[in-house]
C-alpha cells in the first residue's frame, strides 16, 4: 500500500488519485465492485456536486466512523477529497506531494474537513 503514487485520474496500481485509491482498498477489502467517479476536480462545481448527490444515493449509506468505510473530506472549502477508513479512529488517503498518509480523525488539520463515512449498500 505504501508504494502507491499520486496520479490524477489514475485508478490502477501503483498509480492513484485519491478515489481510485480507496476504490482499490475498498474492493480489496470487501470484495465487491463499486462506482466509479472521474477525477474529483475541486474547482468544478459540478464534479464535486455530482460527487456528493452520489455519496448520498441508495448505493451509499452514512455510518458512524468505522474500518472499512470510506471518509469524505472538504478540502480548501470544497468536497473534494476521501480517505479509507483503516480503523474507527483513523484513516489512509493520497494526495499530491504527501503521496500515502495515515491520518488519525482527531488530528487538527483534518477533524473539520471531514463531512462523512460512508459504505457501500449493494
Not at 26 to 48: G, T
Request: with cysteine; aromatic share 16%.
Amino acid at each position: 500500500m505504501m508504494n502507491c503514487v499520486y496520479k490524477p485520474t489514475a485508478r490502477n496500481y501503483p498509480f492513484f488519485d485519491c478515489y481510485g485509491f480507496v476504490k482499490w482498498l475498498y474492493e480489496r477489502e470487501h470484495n465487491v465492485e463499486i462506482c466509479d467517479f472521474d477525477y474529483i476536480d475541486p474547482n468544478d462545481a459540478e464534479n464535486e456536486k455530482y460527487f456528493i448527490e452520489s455519496m448520498n444515493s441508495l448505493n451509499w449509506v452514512k455510518v458512524l466512523p468505522q474500518k472499512g468505510a470510506i471518509v469524505a473530506l472538504k478540502v480548501d472549502g470544497h468536497i473534494s477529497h476521501c480517505g479509507y477508513m483503516t480503523s474507527k479512529r483513523e484513516f489512509v488517503h493520497i494526495m499530491e506531494k504527501t503521496g500515502v498518509a495515515r491520518i488519525k480523525i482527531n488530528n487538527p488539520l483534518w477533524a473539520d474537513c471531514i463531512v462523512g463515512y460512508y459504505k457501500w449498500s449493494n
